[in-house]
């Protein structure tokens, strides 16, 4: 398992299957603790595109 710290920042509400606070689909919230470091990275990454598709700032607020 990774230590990579979930990305979520307890905002939850959803566009089109996309978390706006974090970028995630709910498949990927569903199964985040089973997945590998390397699973883990794509799937941030993949949620920074969304967010950034979305015009969200989730969790890149800070950045």
């Not at 990579?4 to 978390?19: N, S, T």
């Not at 709910?26 to 997945?35: D, F, S």
């Amino acid at each position: 398992m990774s230590a990579l710290k979930d990305p979520c920042i307890g905002v939850c509400k959803f566009a089109d299957d996309v978390c706006l606070g974090c970028g995630r689909s709910k498949r990927e919230i569903k199964v985040w603790k089973k997945l590998d470091k390397d699973e883990k990275r794509a799937v941030l990454a993949q949620a920074d595109l969304r967010l950034l598709a979305l015009g969200a700032t989730g969790r890149r607020k800070n950045k």
